[in-house]
């Protein structure tokens, strides 16, 4: 029997939900939709009576003081009868069967825990009571934009729907024979067919590879070997781009000039790292994260991840499980490491795009930003891990492409960063149960999107369970610590496939499929096995300690299996029901691979170039600069995210007495009674991509650090993440732009002494729509962990006293190249920030001097928005007044006028704040470092700013300012 | 008898908190352990051999159906007359945000707990901005609560949480939690004046932020004092220097382990 069960708050309290959907309606534009009510609707399966309802309705489902409830096992004469009049309309959405719902296990928990013991299935749905008269066509509209996501939900519009289905579709007679696969005598062209239907996104040369590697078997492949292999050997798990050869042509004047580059990796991120040799660099690129030493007892790993293409089909989960899958990486990084921080940078298109020119499919900008928002809000929140730095980048490119970076920081005792299967361990999955969700994510990334993804990939998107991670976290570490496993990783993309295949890359892996434990039955062989569910994670444990962890494990309530056991074969073998179904050598399957070589092509884009004056006051331009989305205050959005649990922030993202100052980089103790701690920060600018890349990687690379002084921080042991998210790599210009962002990785990493630990690459970042490819811009992040010895010595942005001086470190160049000023006159420019690793060396080493010994009041980068958006950001930060002189700033070039001194985007610049009586001691630490006493802290909320003639240029209030810079995203 | 006070932080899936909350209680002094709710429900360990029992922040079994629902249901079904015990032997308890949520839907605040015949009177629901929210907060410091005892006027403490809205479930109880002393924070303004959004983050009633049960040794309240217990942990420490003075919060842990010392430990 089905029970419906129907709560929403009393008459007379506020529903804060119905009011912010009611928003979204508003901005969509229907004015019609007068209020919205959420009604919260359980149904429950098994043989339950009305009593039993009763109570789990009172003791469980309800908050007596503001909900009420109804029930029954019948329609409401009510229910969606409402439809037909007027006045309301009701849309119930639904999740699709097969997706995740953490709700339902909990609600079964609860009822459990009262003592009930007849209920077998719960299912939750969510009614929207619009009020108004509108339109079925509106509610269909706001159903579609605005309450569900056909990818993993639906509409209810009948009474009869309401009460169905509870049982998720299951396939019966599943074979459990093997399906073999002919490839025998297949030509090119069938081969493609094959590989296109199969979803596996192999070239021909791969396919051939497989072919004749089993015409030397003399036999045909299985379906789930031919899974396997693609798996393995998909871009994402491969990085094929990275590691083949490139053809790389550079265009110059008229001749071209070409070489080639066998593997760009080796030659480039991994061989700066070689090249600088830094003793405390303790595991470098083969684990799942880059360890670096931070006492004599731990070290600290940290990692970046991407999750763009399911962010942009659905914003939430995408998001959400790309939180889930970084944090599994450092809970599988050697024996495994405790989270500790979270960053998240994004690119989105801007917020106000224009709905009537998206692309087919695409979902908007705004209820993209929305939802990876919330995602990461959900999954960090509830893993207890802080999200303590971020950045998000505006451009009209990423309409079809948005950019989830998820990162986590993690400790680890020192010694534990190693591991390595034993023969005879058993191969132990725990954590989440395998369903059908999260097929072929693996693949799926490794193609361009088009507005037939959401159709054909929807099984690669899903929704997280942190609360199961977070259990996983509590027990490993526990399991860790008693020595019972020998080793650990995580189940990513691929599922089992990759993480067993890797563990057991050397001694082999023998597996019983049908030994996974399963959400619900009905899973093919091959889908249990590249199944890519969340919240799994894979050990290798020896049969004496194996009854330990399962105590420690069952003890929290967490679900392990021994599915296999590492026999030291060499061979992949699969069974399923006793007959086997794969068997392939792990030399083939990793190291066979063809390598590929593939064109670059370089040529120097040229930008309009437009000759305006200078405006004789910033007022106007300044306000543009900083309302700007990508230079305004992301406060709206970093008071979502818990940035201070664990308690070990010491520099928060938001600075000054009124906690709305946009910090530098965050600044954190590794344990709570220690005066050491780590320095976070992130670099990234798109913009300098458009021009150059090499350009932007070294710029990238110098803001990262140039944070880490701001901070307090040093340069003494400051290591590097790279994550390259680009266009198709098949096309020549795209994968040009690539090898010149690598190429300035390298040199800027080896010139400023910081080694890469650990990186990720995002290829095919492009959307087709009506025959046309939308690619975003190739866009480097850089990530940066330092070690900082006293972060009682960390120094924030915000101004702190009236007559304190105000000096800028670093020259300022006609580099109005990407500038935030130029793009108020809808320019990107050529003249683009370099960087002179050697100048900025000197003034970041001096810098760190003096704010160990105390002399730095304030300080923050100079980045977007330049030199005076820069100043009048600590201003507003601080509460405080200033007054500048863009005459004292140091200055080479040729066109000194007074917008390019202020809003030039010149690296390896910031602004200090110095306490006068500390002047003589702070210049004499910084002798031989260009700089200039520029200004004063003021008193007065204003900041004047004179030109090179000591014309005024600026006056402005700062607390108008502040409203300007804060208001764009606030929504 | 134990010389040193014994603090049990409890913690199960989705607790979060524990960690910091534990080294707070050690940090003043105490013995201190974070036992998970299991090893309660199986015996091995009791809630008796304790002087206080804390009920940290985080999101226990996902805050899914309501925050605290599930894990207030196994304190109130399963160990409602071991905690009835611990409240009647004078011993103390402290619950933060979620922990307060806890306390609150389990009965046990605003109190006094009759696990028997559970009646909640208050709730904690969606804030009114309908978003999980974090930022620092004034609270002007009430009531009579050995918790309390000796904190400056106005404290100044972080909230993180998406479902704070204090609401009693009638007028009489909330004019009986102010007339009985039990209300122990309210939110203010910087300057102890009343407080809207956002320095009231939630849309709190009487702008209540933590109340404790008639006795004063039970206390929950949705602000963080664990993580103001070291100055480095205020947001604008760097505008004061003195970083190695202790926050706000540490008080209140010092507070709690003082008066089981001397009570129980003597």
């Given at each position: 029997m089905i029970w419906r069960i129907e709560i929403k708050d009393k008459e007379g309290q506020f529903d804060s939900f119905g009011s912010g959907v009611h928003r979204d309606i508003q901005d969509l534009g229907l004015g019609c939709v007068k209020s919205v009510r959420v009604v919260q609707v359980y149904l429950l399966d098994g043989d339950i009576v009305a009593a039993d309802v009763e109570r789990i309705c009172q003791d469980l489902l309800i908050d007596p003081v503001v909900q009420d409830f109804r029930y029954s096992d019948t329609p409401f004469k009510d229910h969606f009868a409402a439809s037909a009049v007027s006045k309301y309309r009701v849309v119930e959405v639904a999740y699709n069967s097969g997706v995740m719902d953490p709700v339902e296990f909990s609600v079964l928990k609860g009822i459990r825990d009262l003592g009930i013991k007849t209920v077998a299935a719960v299912r939750t749905a969510r009614q929207f009571v619009l009020e108004g008269s509108l339109t079925a066509k509106d509610a269909d509209l706001i159903a579609d934009k605005i309450l569900l996501n056909k990818i993993i939900q639906h509409a209810r519009k009948s009474p009869a729907d309401a009460f169905k289905p509870l049982t998720f579709k299951t396939v019966s007679g599943v074979a459990p024979q093997a399906v073999n696969v002919p490839l025998r005598g297949l030509g090119d062209k069938a081969l493609m067919t094959l590989a296109h239907k199969g979803q596996l996104y192999l070239n021909v040369n791969e396919m051939k590879t497989i072919q004749s590697y089993f015409d030397k078997l003399d036999r045909e492949p299985v379906d789930v070997e031919l899974e396997t292999i693609a798996q393995t050997w998909s871009e994402h798990c491969n990085h094929k781009t990275f590691r083949g050869r490139i053809k790389y042509s550079i265009r110059e004047k008229g001749k071209t000039r070409t070489r080639l580059i066998d593997n760009l990796f080796k030659s480039t991120i991994m061989k700066a790292t070689r090249t600088l040799d830094k003793s405390w660099c303790v595991s470098v690129f083969h684990d799942n994260a880059g360890v670096i030493k931070f006492d004599s007892r731990h070290n600290v790993c940290f990692k970046v991840e991407t999750h763009n293409h399911p962010s942009a089909l659905e914003p939430f989960g995408g998001s959400n499980t790309g939180v889930g899958g970084v944090i599994r990486d450092i809970l599988g990084t050697g024996l495994g490491a405790k989270p500790i921080a979270n960053t998240d940078v994004f690119c989105f298109a801007p917020p106000d795009f224009p709905a009537g020119e998206l692309p087919a499919g695409a979902l908007h900008p705004k209820r993209v930003m929305k939802g990876v928002v919330s995602g990461v809000r959900d999954y960090g929140n509830k893993m207890g891990i802080p999200t303590v730095n971020g950045a998000i980048c505006f451009d009209?490119?990423?309409?079809?492409n948005p950019l989830v970076f998820c990162g986590d920081v993690g400790v680890i005792p020192a010694g534990r960063e190693k591991k390595a299967a034993r023969k005879g361990d058993y191969i132990v999955v725990a954590g989440g149960r395998t369903g059908r969700d999260g097929i072929h994510g693996a693949t799926f990334s490794s193609g361009e999107l088009t507005h037939e993804s959401e159709v054909v990939s929807s099984g690669a998107v899903q929704i997280g369970n942190p609360i199961e991670e977070k259990k996983v976290l509590d027990v490993l570490l526990q399991g860790r610590d008693e020595n019972l496993y020998s080793a650990v990783t995580d189940c990513g993309a691929g599922g089992l496939s990759s993480a067993v295949g890797e563990m057991g890359a050397e001694l082999g892996a023998r597996v019983d499929l049908d030994k996974v434990p399963l959400k619900y039955q009905g899973l093919s062989y091959t889908e249990i096995w590249i199944s890519e569910s969340q919240e799994r994670m894979v050990f290798a444990v020896s049969p004496r300690n194996f009854p330990r962890l399962k105590e420690i494990f069952d003890s929290e309530n967490v679900e392990l299996a021994v599915?296999?056991?590492?026999?030291?074969?060499g061979k992949l073998e699969l069974f399923y029901q006793g007959t086997q179904v794969c068997c392939l050598d792990m030399a083939f399957l990793h190291d066979g691979t063809p390598r590929i070589t593939k064109e670059a092509l370089w040529a120097q884009p040229r930008h309009k170039e437009s000759a305006f004056p200078c405006p004789a006051t910033f007022n106007e331009k300044l306000r543009q600069i900083l309302s700007d989305y990508n230079v305004c205050s992301k406060e709206a959005i970093i008071r979502?995210?818990?940035?201070e649990v664990q308690g070990a922030a010491v520099v928060k993202p938001l600075a000054g007495p009124a906690c709305d100052g946009p910090s530098d980089a965050s600044v954190l103790r590794v344990k709570l009674d220690s005066k050491k701690g780590i320095v976070l920060s992130n670099g990234i600018n798109p913009r300098f991509g458009k021009i150059d890349p090499y350009w932007m990687a070294a710029s990238c690379i110098d803001e990262s650090i140039r944070q880490i002084i701001s901070v307090g921080g040093s340069l003494d042991e400051v290591a590097l993440l790279d994550n390259f998210c680009w266009g198709n790599p098949d096309k020549p210009d795209r994968l040009g732009g690539l090898v010149r962002a690598a190429l300035g990785c390298h040199d800027y990493a080896v010139a400023f002494g910081t080694p890469f630990i650990s990186g990720k690459d995002s290829f095919y970042n492009e959307y087709t729509d009506k025959g046309r490819s939308i690619a975003i811009p190739g866009t480097l992040l850089i990530s940066a962990i330092g070690i900082m010895?006293?972060?009682?010595k960390a120094v924030t942005m915000d101004l702190k006293k009236p007559g304190d001086l105000i000096y800028v470190i670093g020259t300022t160049y006609d580099e109005l190249g990407g500038s935030a000023y130029l793009a108020t006159y809808d320019l990107i420019g050529n003249n683009i920030p370099v960087v002179s690793a050697k100048a900025a060396l000197k003034a970041y080493t001096a810098l760190s001097q003096a704010s160990a010994k105390g002399l730095i009041r304030a300080a923050h980068d100079c980045s977007e928005g330049g030199l005076l958006t820069a100043l009048v950001e600590m201003a507003f930060a601080g509460g405080c007044g200033a007054t500048a002189i863009l005459n004292a700033v140091p200055f080479k070039g040729e066109r000194r006028r007074d917008d390019v001194v202020a809003f030039s985007e010149s690296n390896s610049r910031l602004i200090v704040e110095v306490d006068p009586a500390d002047r003589v001691a702070f210049e004499r630490i910084m002798?031989?470092?260009?700089?200039?006493?520029?200004g004063r802290v003021q008193e007065a909320p204003d900041v004047f700013a004179y030109g090179i003639k000591e014309n005024l240029c600026l006056k402005a209030d700062i607390h108008e300012l502040k409203a300007v810079w804060k208001t764009p995203l606030q929504f | 008898m134990s010389t040193q006070a014994k603090v049990i932080v409890l913690r199960t899936a989705g607790t979060n908190c524990n960690s910091e909350t534990a080294f707070a209680f050690a940090r003043c002094g105490a013995v201190v352990e974070e036992v998970h709710l299991e090893r309660l429900f199986s015996g091995k360990v009791h809630l008796a051999d304790y002087h206080i029992m804390a009920l940290p922040g985080g999101f226990s079994y996902g805050d899914d159906i309501a925050s605290g629902r599930l894990f207030a249901n196994e304190l109130r079904l399963r160990l409602g007359q071991d905690v009835r015990r611990f409240i009647d032997d004078g011993k103390l308890v402290i619950g933060i945000c979620n922990g307060f949520q806890i306390l609150v839907k389990a009965g046990i605040l605003p109190g006094p707990f009759k696990p028997a015949t559970h009646r909640q009177s208050v709730t904690l629901t969606h804030n009114d901005s309908g978003k999980f929210e974090a930022r620092w907060v004034h609270l002007k410091v009430e009531g009579r609560s050995v918790w309390t005892e000796g904190l400056k006027d106005i404290v100044y403490f972080p909230v993180a949480h998406g479902e704070g809205k204090f609401i009693p479930a009638d007028k009489k109880t909330l004019q009986a939690l102010g007339h009985s002393g039990q209300v122990a924070f309210r939110y203010v303004d910087e300057n102890g004046a009343d407080a809207l959004y956002p320095q009231n983050p939630n849309g709190s009633l009487e702008a209540i932020a933590g109340i404790t049960d008639p006795t004063g040794r039970v206390l929950g309240l949705m602000p963080h004092p664990e993580r103001h217990f070291t100055h480095t942990q205020h947001p604008y420490w760097t505008r004061f220097g003195h970083p190695d003075q202790p926050g706000d919060g540490a008080r209140i842990f010092q507070n709690g382990v003082d008066y089981a010392t001397r009570t129980f430990c003597a």
């Open positions: 009209r490119l990423y309409v079809g599915i296999g056991t590492f026999p030291g074969t979502r995210y818990d940035h010895a006293d972060v009682n002798a031989g470092v260009p700089m200039g006493m520029f | -």
